[in-house]
């Protein structure tokens, strides 16, 4: 069983047990988070999609760490301008690890 989920304004393919890096949550290593925001839930017979989001799915994470990204430079030069502005910025991270995907039925 797969679902697709969105979270920090970016979707996610997960499946029980994948390791993902998502944009920074409030939460603490240890803690549970729950992903409710559920695109598409599918397995090997079925695809259920939803318009946005499908109800009463919902998935469930630990919380392994809080973490700072690769470093992305920006470089803004203008050339015979003596212009020049170098600029570099680190994502705040969470990962997490899926334990289940809550697929209630009725």
């Known amino acids: 069983m797969y679902a697709i989920v969105q979270t920090g304004g970016k979707q996610y393919k997960v ?5 993902i890096e998502v944009e920074k949550l409030s939460a603490q290593p240890g803690d549970e988070v729950i992903l409710d925001k559920v695109l598409l839930l599918g397995n090997e017979k079925e ?3 939803g318009q946005p ?5 919902s998935v469930s994470c630990n919380v392994i760490g809080q973490v700072k990204g690769k470093k992305v430079v ?10 020049k502005r170098k600029v570099g910025h680190r994502q705040l991270i969470t ?9 209630r039925t009725a």
């Open 15 to 19: 499946s029980p047990g994948d390791k």
């Open 47 to 49: 695809i259920k999609a």
């Open 53 to 57: 989001f499908l109800e009463k799915v």
């Open 74 to 83: 920006s470089f803004t030069y203008r050339k015979r301008k003596d212009s």
């Open 95 to 103: 990962r997490l690890e899926v334990k289940e995907i809550h697929a």
